[in-house]
């Protein structure tokens, strides 16, 4: 098991940047992929990116493509999502997901994440 804390959220103008990290407990963080969802008001839970447990390969949504990067530092079990050029339409709560099945595509969907976090608040005004 694993216990996931995300931190880095809070206010800032259109066209800045957000670091969120999201630090894991435990010894086998680097055998989970991780992944990044955001819930807006009023919306479903989204995915946003993913990365798998050796970082070597990454997977976006469409409308963060080129303006976020997904990382992770397995000796410090954290994983990181670097957002640059937010919008106001970024504005949500973020939240760091693993994934045990290590193997295969990365997964965008809610279902397929074993772990979560609390959620940190990014809030972008225009």
Known sequence: QVQLVESGGGLVQAGGSLRLSCAASGRTFSSYNMGW????PGKEREFVSAIRWSGGSTYYTDSVKGRFTISRDNAKNTVYLQMNSLKPEDTAVYYCAADRARWGLLHHRNDDYDYW?????VTVSS
């Open 117 to 121: 976090g609390q959620g940190t608040q």
């Open 37 to 40: 969802f955001r819930r807006a």
